[in-house]
């Protein structure tokens, strides 16, 4: 049975990175911050599973990480944790690095002084490409990185690590660069679930919400994908005997206002009705357009996302009209 320790398990991609472990008969150790308030909500399912263990602990604390790799002994580690949102790092750039950056060092330590077996999958971004694009119009492991926030520099100064560790010290550390990743379990202030959750909201009040959704730039394009999708992606990866870095994304990119069109499309609304643009959601730089050319983990472990954009959204919308709904009860 494989031990696989899984950091930032409480977050939509831990949740379900943890579900499809549990599922395929690993057992999942999750390391999870201290804290006062319920962080788990996304993983209730799986406190009382036999193969599923919290472990208290913060990737930040060497000392911490280094005792918990030491003892257990991982087949796996999956970096999920991180600081993700990128607006946040515009104004918290030190925190961000911190997490983003010395969490994955203290991992990669930690695995060179005590567990040179454990093969390492870090949580690699396509925000570290900021606006490079090939002639193509696609995104690959070849494009130059060159990312447009802080965010992105913590996450390409961790990227370029795995490749240290695994030519210096032949540490197994991967990147999975992962384009936008979505489903009911995304945080409210990403944009995806900031829009359905707003449409629960609408029809919960009987379409008399009497106010707008505050939206920032319109004019951006991403690649977005379903969760579940990137977690069996990082599965193939981790067993595959290769020790490399993958792009994870659909292909097919799609502006905001396509986004718009079809969450608020999916209830027959017109979203021009619903929204106004607020400046204080512009980003001071913007990541303009990314759109995955995966070819390589396609043909190499045979990868393929399962799940369409359109259906992401509506199962999205759905979820969020039935939590809005419970709400009133
Ligand atoms: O949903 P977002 O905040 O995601 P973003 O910035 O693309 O980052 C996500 O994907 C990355 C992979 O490419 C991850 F590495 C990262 O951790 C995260 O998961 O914003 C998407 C787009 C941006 O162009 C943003 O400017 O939506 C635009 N946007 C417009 N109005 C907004 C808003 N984004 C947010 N969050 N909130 C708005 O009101």
């Given at each position: 049975?494989?031990?696989i320790?899984?950091?930032?398990?409480?977050?939509?991609f831990?949740?379900?990175?943890?579900d499809?472990?549990i599922?395929n008969?690993?057992?999942?150790?999750?390391?999870?911050?201290?804290?006062?308030?319920?962080?788990?909500?996304?993983?209730?399912?799986?406190?009382?599973?036999?193969?599923?263990?919290?472990?208290?602990?913060?990737?930040t604390?060497?000392?911490?990480?280094?005792?918990?790799v030491?003892?257990?002994?991982?087949d796996?580690?999956v970096?999920?944790?991180?600081?993700?949102?990128?607006?946040?790092?515009?104004?918290?750039?030190?925190?961000?690095t911190?997490?983003?950056?010395?969490?994955?060092?203290?991992?990669?330590?930690?695995?060179?002084?005590?567990?040179?077996?454990?093969?390492?999958?870090q949580?690699?971004?396509?925000?570290m490409?900021?606006?490079?694009?090939?002639?193509?119009?696609?995104q690959?492991?070849?494009t130059?990185f060159?990312?447009?926030?802080?965010?992105g520099?913590?996450?390409?100064a961790?990227?370029?690590?795995?490749?240290?560790y695994?030519?210096?010290?032949?540490?197994k550390?991967?990147g999975?660069?992962m384009?936008?990743y979505?489903?009911?379990?995304?945080?409210?202030?990403?944009?995806?679930?900031?829009?359905?959750?707003?449409?629960?909201?609408?029809?919960a009040?009987?379409?008399?919400?009497?106010?707008?959704?505050?939206?920032?730039?319109?004019?951006s394009?991403?690649?977005?994908?379903?969760?579940?999708?990137?977690?069996?992606?990082?599965?193939?990866?981790?067993?595959?005997?290769?020790?490399?870095d993958?792009v994870?994304?659909s292909?097919?990119?799609?502006?905001?206002?396509?986004?718009?069109?079809?969450?608020f499309?999916y209830?027959k609304?017109?979203?021009?009705d619903w929204?106004?643009?607020?400046?204080?959601f512009?980003?001071?730089?913007e990541?303009?357009?990314?759109?995955?050319?995966?070819?390589?983990?396609?043909?190499?472990?045979?990868?393929?996302p399962?799940?369409?954009?359109?259906?992401?959204?509506r199962?999205?919308?759905?979820?969020?009209?039935?939590?809005?709904?419970?709400?009133?009860?």
């Amino acid at each position: 049975m494989t031990k696989i320790l899984v950091t930032g398990v409480n977050g939509q991609f831990g949740g379900y990175f943890s579900d499809k472990a549990i599922e395929n008969g690993s057992t999942v150790f999750g390391l999870i911050r201290r804290s006062s308030v319920d962080t788990l909500y996304r993983i209730k399912h799986l406190v009382d599973n036999n193969r599923f263990t919290l472990v208290e602990g913060d990737i930040t604390d060497s000392y911490n990480v280094s005792k918990v790799v030491e003892e257990n002994q991982f087949d796996f580690i999956v970096n999920g944790a991180a600081q993700s949102h990128v607006m946040s790092s515009f104004d918290s750039p030190l925190f961000t690095t911190q997490v983003n950056y010395l969490g994955v060092i203290n991992i990669l330590e930690a695995v060179r002084q005590h567990s040179k077996h454990t093969k390492v999958v870090q949580c690699s971004t396509s925000e570290m490409f900021g606006s490079n694009i090939n002639k193509d119009g696609f995104q690959n492991e070849s494009t130059p990185f060159s990312p447009n926030s802080s965010y992105g520099c913590s996450k390409l100064a961790s990227h370029h690590l795995l490749r240290i560790y695994r030519d210096a010290f032949g540490i197994k550390a991967c990147g999975a660069i992962m384009f936008n990743y979505e489903s009911p379990k995304r945080g409210l202030h990403f944009i995806t679930r900031k829009i359905t959750n707003f449409i629960g909201r609408i029809v919960a009040s009987d379409f008399q919400l009497k106010e707008k959704l505050q939206l920032g730039n319109l004019e951006s394009k991403r690649d977005w994908s379903h969760c579940k999708d990137s977690v069996n992606a990082v599965w193939l990866l981790l067993h595959s005997d290769k020790v490399k870095d993958y792009v994870i994304g659909s292909g097919i990119t799609h502006s905001i206002i396509e986004l718009l069109e079809t969450a608020f499309g999916y209830i027959k609304l017109d979203y021009k009705d619903w929204i106004e643009i607020n400046p204080s959601f512009i980003r001071p730089l913007e990541v303009e357009e990314l759109r995955a050319d995966s070819s390589l983990i396609r043909q190499e472990l045979g990868w393929c996302p399962t799940i369409s954009f359109e259906d992401l959204i509506r199962e999205m919308v759905d979820y969020d009209i039935k939590l809005a709904l419970k709400a009133l009860d």
